[in-house]
T-cell receptor, first 114, second 113 residues
Framework: DGGITQSPKYLFRKEGQNVTLSCEQN?????MYWYRQDPGQGLRLIYY???????QKGDIAEGYSVSREKKESFPLTVTSAQKNPTAFYLC?????????????FGEGSWLTVV | QKEVEQNSGPLSVPEGAIASLNCTYS??????FFWYRQYSGKSPELIMS????GDKEDGRFTAQLNKASQYVSLLIRDSQPSDSATYLC?????????????FGTGTQLKVEL
């Protein structure tokens, strides 16, 4: 089946640890995105990438890092510099190159600091 | 001013009524607009996209766009309890770094029996 796969679905992080959230898509989409959602809040853009080996900071990139070595993969690392990482993380993808492209989401990953 | 603004709700409507959800945006160069539905604990799913001024209908859903007023809305006719969810408005802007989709905080809709 075509889609966006995020893993793990649930992740617990200790204070001071880095953790990496995986995102893989087999839709052949050029663009990929990471959003963060806090309870009762909208989605905030962390990073986005339009092509392989290139990515841009979103609105809340501090404390996060990404890589885009392959078209189908866009992992997000939550570093120890992110002081309040507990949230719902959503990966998304879209066909790039036009203003009307639609973004589709993975099922999300819940990160909790313990 | 937030880039995309929505009333947080909750908006309560009786079953069978029309639900009207509203969204305003600040960037005049915004090019495309989306409505997503999100059930609690789940990821957003696309309901409607709209790119031109006017109305766009898809089943029980109608999206309305007014670029001059920087306003986009979603109407849900014959509301059902299964429509109870949070509705997110999203606005796409083409930047130097590519397409950037910005979301509002969402409006919670409750359809009551």
């Amino acid at each position: 089946d075509g889609g966006i796969t995020q893993s793990p679905k649930y992740l617990f992080r200790k204070e001071g640890q880095n953790v990496t959230l995986s995102c893989e898509q087999n839709l052949n989409h050029d663009a990929m995105y990471w959003y963060r959602q806090d309870p009762g809040q909208g989605l905030r853009l962390i990073y986005y990438s339009q092509i392989v080996n290139d990515f841009q900071k979103g609105d809340i990139a501090e404390g996060y890092s990404v890589s885009r070595e392959k078209k189908e993969s866009f992992p997000l690392t939550v570093t120890s510099a992110q002081k309040n990482p507990t949230a719902f993380y959503l990966c998304a993808s879209s066909i790039s190159g036009s203003s009307g492209n639609t973004i589709y989401f993975g099922e999300g990953s819940w990160l909790t600091v313990v | 001013q937030k880039e995309v603004e929505q009333n947080s709700g909750p908006l309560s409507v009786p079953e069978g009524a029309i639900a009207s959800l509203n969204c305003t945006y600040s960037d005049r160069v915004s090019q495309s607009f989306f409505w997503y539905r999100q059930y609690s604990g789940k990821s957003p799913e696309l309901i409607m996209s709209i790119y031109s001024n006017g109305d766009k209908e898809d089943g029980r859903f109608t999206a309305q766009l007014n670029k001059a007023s920087q306003y986009v809305s979603l109407l849900i006719r014959d509301s059902q309890p299964s429509d109870s969810a949070t509705y997110l408005c999203a606005v796409n802007i083409l930047t130097g770094g590519g397409n950037k989709l910005t979301f509002g905080t969402g409006t919670q809709l409750k359809v009551e029996l």
